[in-house]
């Protein structure tokens, strides 16, 4: 886990549950009917309040002397969509899903998130028109993989518990990274529950003063098992471990998954984990199974990729072209590190190794931070 | 490039031209670009664009800028479709930003959901003079005894691999390199915005073999003006090719038909060292001791025994192994290279010393000719004692790129 994405998780968390609704801000759909809405300094001018449910275009000129944003909030206050860095002097079209409801929009001269706003009234039922039933049902085979890889993280992480607290050092080292392994796959879904990453993925390295008292989870019981060669006296730690995953399992029924935000963006974060964590071994610092998150990581990617394939295809073809070769890459460099059905310690691969590594995901990277960009098209 | 409606603002058009920074930078740039457009065709409009198009490429006799941000890139594909795609993409991506463009939709896009084509940091800035330059070094036409894009054969015999000079210390890991581009610009923002957007483009093709920030010039390619000074405190290669003198550049810089690779034709060739100065014990070494070690007095940069920096050189007036002496024309053979090199700190060295040298680059018609025998010369040069090579490279650049063409275009034609 990386402690940025827990903050930027939590602040998603609202507006991701609410599904294919609201996510926003995307494509050109339907410019002709825009509603016009002018932002100065001290104004913010909408030409239409009372709008119809669905894809909406607000095509916003910034008449002011400051950069501007346009927000639509929520009543509850909280941000729906945004536009940020709207020039001076410069028009932008900005297209919003919305669902029926009351809103606030509101224009912030300078960006600073306050400024002038109007009451908005949206009715009908067109939120969820124009989804793509593919896309629908992606986002329900994925909640299926997700609950699937959860299930099977519990399942180890009862073994490799079961070992720690029996004091078998030698066996909880050969569960450990297993135990992680379905974790991993999914982990940009679980830590839109803000609260359980931190408590089961947290580094030692990353942790604040007040939080090393209560520091527990996989990377505790790492440190203790490889550094200090000892399973005994972490009972509590390992139950804790068992009984948030729990929690995790306990939550994903209320889940909704969409296809930009959860899933392409996942798969996004998925390959950032592994270009800033992994790549580095700053992971697994005293295990150095670096290598079976690194893997995780990419199958959980690869999934999304291969459930969001046939729209992608469709609409970008060469994207899913360049997806298709470099996931493969990726693979088939990750197979040189294999060590049985596990991989080579992390610590054994070499500079110029990982270097390769980190170009393969590089390369990979880079085009899948556009699988959202083109899902939403 | 195409069609940038609102979004893909220019960087100059979201400036405005009420800024006065711009307006004194242009002013600055306009007199050295007069020269320079007389005689190369360099040209430069009114916020400081370099043209990209040309004869030559831009970034070797254009007016040295300020800074410099220099990268090396390996290509991990084999395939030559893809590795021309890229140089194509490339080609567009540096046209529009050393014209003050952002790359593609730009950095801030109409589509929110995507990552923005440009990274957004040059946004607002000038053009700054900015030029790319590409290079493409021995291990781009083969590589481990393999000719990986049917290119083997169009090797130039002018790209020969550098020798082994007296004293080197090279860093595999800051040597080499299948491609290299030169950033050159008067704002080090531009110019790293500029490599990190191709390196971005690049992904999946090359990946970043290193790279080099200069954060001041050494070198002036505009003949009035006075030699910058290196971190040794010294005005060093006066006797440099200026951007105006055609006679000179076409004799000992820019490549010509018939000489082996024709395709290099108006190109150039570049050398690169990574130069560490031993700045401390330098800076222990008496005033007479250090200009005689140059062959310059401190103060003016004036040649041993004369007054002003431009008098002509008496070489004997110098010790024998004064590195003017051994580095001037007339030490050898009247061979003669362009220099265009940038100081870099690059933070210390873990033994309370500062990282801190001379990126040296140098284009010449041929290194045989050029780099190589002056750098055969030095080897007895008094200034060894506080210098040593530590990285290096060396890149043959295609000519210039047509409206409509791409880097390399002469070289995969």
């Not at chain 1, 669905?54 to 929520?74: A, M, Q, R, S, Y």
């Not at chain 1, 691969?349 to 170009?359: I, P, S, T």
Request: glycine letters at 10%.
């Amino acid at each position: 886990m990386r402690p940025a994405h827990v903050l930027a998780f939590a602040g998603v968390t609202a507006l991701s549950l609410s599904a294919l609704a609201g996510c926003g801000g995307d494509d050109k759909a339907d410019a002709s009917n825009a509603v016009k809405v002018t932002a100065s300094d001290d104004k913010c001018e909408v030409a239409k309040k009372d709008l119809t449910a669905g894809k909406t275009t607000f095509k916003v000129t910034n008449k002011g002397g400051k950069p501007n944003e346009f927000e639509i909030l929520k009543s509850d206050g909280k941000i729906l969509s945004e536009r940020e860095n709207i020039g001076p002097g410069t028009t932008v079209d900005f297209v919003v899903n919305l669902p029926a409801g009351a809103y606030k929009a509101l224009c912030s001269a300078g960006q600073t998130g306050k400024g002038p706003t109007q009451d908005l009234t949206v009715s009908g039922t067109g939120a969820a028109t124009g989804a793509d039933p593919r896309l629908t049902q992606a986002a329900a085979d994925y909640k299926t993989y997700v609950t699937q890889k959860v299930d099977d993280t519990l399942a180890k992480t009862r073994e490799f518990v079961a070992a720690v607290k029996a004091g078998d050092v030698a066996k909880a080292k050969e569960l450990y990274a297993p135990s992680r392994v379905g974790w991993e796959t999914i982990e940009p879904v679980a830590e839109k529950f803000g609260d359980i990453d931190p408590k089961v993925d947290a580094r030692e390295a990353d942790l604040k003063p007040d939080e090393k008292a209560t520091w527990g989870g996989w990377h505790y019981l790492e440190k203790s098992l490889w550094k200090d060669g000892k399973a005994k006296g972490n009972d509590k730690i390992a139950d804790r471990l068992l009984a948030d995953l729990e929690t995790l399992k306990s939550r994903l029924p209320g889940l909704t998954l969409d296809p930009v935000n959860d899933m392409a963006g996942g798969a996004k974060e998925l390959l950032d984990e592994v270009a800033t964590g992994k790549v580095t071994g700053e992971e697994e610092a005293f295990s150095h199974t670096d290598l079976v998150d690194f893997k995780a990581n990419v199958d959980g990617a690869e999934k999304v990729y291969t459930l969001l394939k046939p729209v992608v295809q469709e609409k970008d073809a060469a994207l899913a072209k360049e997806l298709d070769d470099n996931f493969a890459a990726v693979q088939t460099l990750l197979k040189k590190h294999e060590n049985g059905d596990t991989y080579v310690s992390y610590d054994k691969v070499g500079k110029a190794d990982r270097k390769e590594l980190a170009d393969a995901v590089n390369a990979l990277g880079e085009p899948l931070s556009k699988l959202g960009g083109v899902v939403a098209k | 490039m195409n069609d940038r409606s609102e979004n893909g603002l220019s960087r100059r058009r979201m400036l405005g031209f009420s800024g006065a920074s711009l307006l004194v930078g242009a002013a600055a740039g306009a007199g050295l670009d007069r020269v320079a457009s007389a005689e190369t065709g360099d040209k430069s409009t009114e916020s400081g664009a370099i043209a990209f198009h040309g004869a030559n490429q831009a970034g070797i006799a254009t007016p040295v800028q300020d800074r410099l941000h220099f990268a090396t890139f390996d290509v991990t594909t084999n395939d030559r479709a893809k590795l021309v795609k890229m140089l194509k993409d490339w080609t567009a991506a540096a046209a529009a930003m050393t014209q003050g463009h952002a790359v593609g939709e730009g950095a801030v896009p109409a589509v929110a959901v995507a990552p923005p084509d440009d990274t957004g940091e040059a946004l607002g800035l000038p053009a700054s003079r900015l030029t790319l330059t590409i290079g493409f070094g021995p291990s781009f036409f083969e590589k481990d005894g393999k000719d990986r894009f049917g290119i083997k054969d169009k090797r130039p015999a002018a790209l020969v691999d550098l020798p082994h000079f007296p004293g080197d210390s090279l860093d595999p890991d800051r040597s080499g390199g299948d491609i290299a581009v030169q950033a050159c610009a008067d704002d080090p923002q531009v110019a790293v915005h500029a490599i990190r957007n191709l390196a971005r483009i690049g992904f999946g093709v090359v990946a970043v073999r290193w790279s080099q920030l200069g954060f001041g010039k050494t070198s002036s390619t505009t003949p009035d003006a006075q030699t910058p000074r290196n971190l040794m405190g010294f005005k060093d290669g006066t006797e440099n090719i200026a951007g105006t003198e055609s006679a000179l550049l076409n004799k000992h810089v820019w490549a010509g038909k018939g000489e082996g690779a024709d395709w290099m034709a108006g190109g150039s060739y570049m050398v690169a060292r990574r130069i560490r100065m031993h700045i401390e014990t330098w800076d222990r070494t008496s005033l007479r001791e250090q200009e005689d070690i140059f062959g310059r007095d401190k103060g003016e940069g004036a040649p041993k025994g004369l007054k002003r920096e431009r008098d002509k050189p008496v070489l004997a007036n110098m010790k024998p192994d004064a590195h003017v002496r051994l580095a001037h024309p007339d030490s050898n053979k009247g061979t003669r290279i362009l220099r265009r090199g940038y100081s870099f700190t690059d933070g210390t060295d873990g033994l309370g010393r500062l990282e801190a040298g001379l990126f040296f680059i140098a284009y010449q018609r041929d290194p045989r000719t050029g780099f190589i025998p002056i750098q055969t010369n030095l080897s007895t040069d008094a200034l060894n004692e506080y210098i040593q090579h530590v990285g290096s490279g060396v890149y043959a650049c295609p000519p210039g790129v047509r409206e409509g063409g791409y880097w390399g275009d002469t070289l995969f034609a």
